[in-house]
């Protein structure tokens, strides 16, 4: 069958053939086009209004009733990371966060909560990120008093057994012995040590000899110092009744007592920009793993609904210009990305790049980096930035689909110092976005001229040499065997 | 395995593990409640071409999910033609006769005339050793020309910026050996454009730059399989555990099965297996049935009925001992061990979701409680069923990643030493409570997500006739005894059943 194609015909015919659809009175007409579609409009979003309170003991919550399933949820953050710890015991944030929950408490072993919580399908978990301590229960509703207590027990009077510390040191000595198995992995890690320095907390990773270093004593001095209600958000999701929740809460973590908060802000990052090529050899590939860019920024960047958008048109899904010109058009890799990066405290990375085939390693590279110029040569075109802007704005609606995404936002923006309505106001900074906002904005922050990259490959196998690029610095991933 | 802030659409492997679905009996009344209120959510109907809806109304958010489950995989593919399931899907993103191209009687042609410049050169390099290079290097270069012409009728990757633009979110796909997913989540009032677009996809679906694509898929298969150990490792496995059915067969295909395939191959692929009857449709969210109803009529009863393919006939015959393979590699050690079982259709196939549970899932299973806490010899380790598929008889996979210090035969000993355990003796009642406890909850906790519950419904639904199997399974779990788990394990978990994989680490560069 042929689809006849109305709105081809002309605009004046279209234009009638949708007023008849519209005012059609029998049942549905297929339409031919999506142009011709005409949408309901959506029924409003009811924003569930969110309870915040701060206990007596300073813990600040959050919570949030939905009746919908008989479960509940919490997630909490502690102001802690491993941007707090040693050099020389890099990883001790990440065992303390660990065996927290896996060491168990004063009272019960670590393998006896495993037992309780996994008897009634429910879920304690702790843990410690570069600049964020985690916590998350969930559980049926029937369950709420042995998860709360549990969580309670685990933040307040963790035990740090000793088999479970060698256990989490053995595990973290086997992802050092496997950490160069994939070169995906070898790229990232690499990549951000050529961005932040590696010797910077946001870069820094695990050697045997940081592994070797940490005792329990660091374990207990790192919880004490870090671990108290005042410095602690709790969000609470489900199936209660919030008053009633509030008194459990407090009941669950009466006694914990203050601690001192004199925490200095995450550290700066002073950023040399400079034009490098970089290379990590590896004869057993046949595939490159590419990656080009250079610092980023913060989301609290007054251009950062200028770049959102920018970063659609650039590497955006599966519309994006790298997108279409490196993989639809040129076939040169299945997975290319292009994103200049913001985070709330502490500036991202800009990072493009592909995996593509040993011989098209030096053109693949030139295709990508040609993108990032010209997004700083040329305007977008209309159509770019209303297809950015649309997706953007058609979408909203996914930002309020679960609950537990409602509440986690909101108690993020709590953490790092963002006003609660953020999100909100970064949509209507996004509405009056122009195409000179994006070429100003991508001035302003892409810099094409000073990129570094990075090659994980067999340099043999390449169309040019890296050479061609500027000098190349090699880099060598040898793991330190412990004791260096 | 690492986040990459990429792309990861249009995957290929075992996108859909099934969900471990178990009720307990005894347990707390409104759990129960809630699944049956769910089941009355839930409506279905067939168009007169065969094609079928499931429809999931859940009005909490005005959002909804649109997910097509095509009954057909890697599994469906013949010798020198591997990877086609996987390649047609990334097709399925081309666009149509209208979405995709400016001209599309101007385009035909053009792409008329790349077939016939690849025909000849897929024809002289099939004539290996005696090929004329000379004239192949000219073909290339009237190839890339002929694509560079087709390219101004082209407007690239409409499909998806249609649905983008509409504020789609989640748009991609997925190929296994059983089956190829397609899935969007949209604003609820675009219900209809992906009526349209998705119709329109498997009515008039124009492959255009179909070879640009290949090179697509042959990087993609790099970084799946030729650069990751274990991607490696999974292909030679399955290799070595199939040597008559297709489970065999890599759903990326073999590097030179998609170099030379050509496009008239794919949509004859297209045509045989993209039939009305073998397509599923889940929408789940908010929306009123009996509009998706007439909607559904309107776009997808314009797809003419045609005849479906049967199923795979070939049966893989029992082993006549153990099978063993090494791939050779700088990296870590790893090993992987499989038993060939029944698939979903089975009666026992409930027994082996609760031998999942119990030997492979989470601190309790009795593989991280031996292998990780109390001999740390692996750093990970787990068993579970559905690999590489469950249409057809499938694998029970056991895999262990050594700890530094450690050996793969450590670690299989060990492996091995708590499959004797569960052959010779039964297991606990608490271990058996606790994975049916465990079964019924995850399953509640699957409900609140349109995309969950979407490809949940039409994988029951396909693979096993009813998709009220998602919960009636509930039912066949509780009434697992310590016995079946007894019966079927000494059944199964054979020497003569078994196929080991080992990644052998050898002299290299990754560690010192």
Not at chain 2, 7 to 32: H, I, K, M
Not at chain 2, 65 to 71: D, K, L
Not at chain 2, 174 to 181: K, L, P
Not at chain 2, 199 to 222: A, I
């Amino acid at each position: 069958m042929r689809s006849q194609r109305v709105c081809h015909l002309s605009p004046v015919l279209c234009a009638v053939a949708v007023l008849f659809l519209a005012v059609s009175p029998v049942t549905a007409q297929r339409a031919t086009d999506h142009m011709q579609l005409k949408y309901p409009s959506l029924r409003d979003v009811v924003v569930p209004e969110v309870q915040r309170v701060t206990l007596s003991n300073g813990m600040w919550l959050l919570l949030l009733e939905d009746h919908e399933l008989p479960l509940i949820s919490l997630s909490g953050r502690i102001r802690v990371g491993s941007i707090y710890e040693p050099a020389d015991k890099v990883g001790l944030a990440d065992i303390t966060g660990e065996v927290m929950r896996t060491g168990g408490t004063k009272s019960r072993t670590g393998d006896e909560l495993d037992d309780e919580l996994e008897q009634i399908a429910a879920s304690v978990e702790t843990g410690i990120g570069q600049d964020s301590g985690y916590v998350s229960v969930s559980v049926l509703k029937e369950d709420i008093g042995k998860g709360l207590g549990i969580l309670a027990d685990v933040l307040m009077h963790p035990a740090f057994r000793q088999d479970k510390i060698e256990l989490a040191k053995m595990q973290h000595r086997s992802a050092i012995a496997r950490r160069n198995d994939s070169p995906r992995s070898i790229a990232s890690r690499e990549f951000d040590k050529l961005i932040y320095g590696p010797e910077s907390v946001y870069a820094r990773h695990t050697e045997y000899a940081t592994i070797d270093s940490i005792t329990r004593d660091d374990l207990v001095a790192f919880h004490k110092r870090f671990f108290g209600p005042n410095n602690m958000m709790l969000a609470v999701w489900g199936d209660f009744d919030a008053q009633e929740m509030i008194a459990r809460i407090e009941k669950a973590f009466d006694g914990w007592e203050k601690i001192d908060l004199d925490l200095p802000p995450s550290p700066e990052v002073d950023y040399a920009w400079r034009a490098t090529v970089n290379l990590v050899a590896r004869g057993d590939l046949n595939q490159s793993n590419i990656y080009i860019g250079h610092i980023g920024g913060r989301m609290s960047d007054p251009d950062y609904a200028a770049l959102t958008l920018m970063n659609h048109i650039l590497g955006g899904g599966f519309t994006g210009r790298l997108f279409k010109n490196v993989r639809s058009r040129q076939g040169l890799a299945y997975s290319v990305f292009g994103t200049y990066a913001t985070r709330y405290d502490r500036p991202g990375v800009f990072a493009m790049g592909c995996q593509t085939k040993s011989e098209s390693t030096v053109h693949a590279i030139e295709a990508i980096r040609e993108e990032a110029r010209k997004m700083t040569q040329e305007e977008v075109t209309d159509e770019e930035l209303e297809l950015a802007k649309d997706s953007y704005l058609n979408s909203f609606v996914f930002n309020f689909d679960s609950t537990g995404q409602i509440i986690s936002r909101l108690m993020t923006y709590e953490y790092y110092g963002y006003p609660p309505d953020f999100l909100q106001q970064t949509r209507e900074r996004i509405e009056k976005v122009t195409k000179a906002d994006v070429l100003r904005a991508a001035r302003a922050h892409l810099r094409p001229d000073v990129l570094q990259i990075l090659v994980v490959g067999r340099p043999e196998d390449f169309d040019r040499p890296l050479s061609t690029l500027g000098e190349v610095r090699s880099i060598d991933v040898t793991i330190l065997p412990p004791g260096k | 395995m690492g986040r990459v802030s990429a792309v990861w659409r249009r995957a290929v492997g075992s996108v859909v593990l099934p969900l471990l679905a178990v009720l307990l009996a005894t347990g707390p009344s409104g759990l129960a409640q809630n699944l049956v209120e769910f089941e009355s959510r839930v409506t279905e109907f067939s168009l007169d071409n065969g094609l079928k809806f499931i429809v999931l109304r859940r009005p909490e958010a005005p959002v909804v999910t649109c997910f097509t489950h095509a009954n057909v995989g890697a599994v469906d593919e013949v010798t020198g033609l591997t990877g086609l399931a996987h390649l047609f899907e990334h097709m399925a993103f081309k666009g149509t006769r209208t979405i995709g191209t400016r001209d599309p009687e101007a385009e035909a042609r053009a792409l008329a005339k790349i077939d016939e410049i690849f025909e000849a050169i897929r024809a002289e390099r099939l004539k290996g050793g005696s090929a004329d290079e000379q004239k192949l290097a000219e073909l290339q270069s009237r190839l890339a020309e002929a694509q560079e012409q087709a390219q101004q009728y082209l407007v690239h990757d409409e499909f998806d910026e249609i649905l983008k633009r509409a504020g789609g979110v989640g748009l991609n796909a997925g190929t296994s050996s059983d089956y190829t997913v397609y899935f969007v989540s949209l604003p609820a009032n675009k219900l209809e454009l992906w009526m349209l677009m998705e119709s329109d996809r498997f009515l008039n679906p124009v492959l255009r730059e179909f070879y640009n694509e290949k090179d697509v898929v042959m990087e993609e298969r790099r970084l799946r399989t030729e650069t990751q150990p274990v991607g490696k490792l999974l292909e030679e496995f399955l290799a070595a555990a199939y040597k008559a059915h297709p489970y065999g067969q890599p759903v990326i295909g073999h590097m030179s099965d998609i170099e030379a395939v050509t496009r008239a191959q794919a949509e004859a692929f297209f045509r045989t297996h993209y039939v009305p009857s073998n397509l599923t449709v889940a929408i789940v969210g908010d929306v009123d049935p009996a509009r998706v109803k007439t909607l559904a009529r309107e776009y997808f009863g314009r797809i003419p009925l045609r005849p479906a393919p049967g199923p795979v006939v070939t049966v893989e015959p029992p082993q006549p001992g153990e099978r063993r393979v090494v791939v050779e590699d700088p990296a870590q050690p790893f090993v992987l061990i499989g038993y060939h079982k029944p698939s979903i259709q089975h009666e026992d196939n409930a027994v082996f979701d609760a031998i999942t549970d119990i030997m492979g899932s989470g601190r309790t299973s009795r593989l991280y409680r031996s292998l990780v806490k109390d001999k740390r010899i692996a750093m990970a380790t787990s068993g579970f069923q559905g690999m590489p598929g469950q249409k057809y008889p499938g694998l029970f996979l056991f895999y262990a990643m050594p700890a530094r210090g450690h050996t793969n035969q450590e670690c299989e000993r060990a492996i091995y030493d708590e499959i004797e355990r569960l052959r010779n003796e039964p297991v606990s009642e608490q271990e058996l409570q606790k994975a049916k406890t465990r079964a019924r909850a995850a399953l509640v906790r699957q409900l609140d997500s349109n995309s969950g519950l979407a490809e949940q419904l039409t994988f029951y639904e396909v693979l096993t006739g009813d998709w009220r199997n998602l919960f009636q399974q509930l039912e066949r779990i509780d009434r697992v005894t310590a016995e079946d788990i007894q019966r079927v394990a000494r059944a199964c978990f054979t020497t003569k059943n078994r196929t080991v994989g080992i990644i052998e680490t050898m002299a290299g560069e990754n560690e010192s």
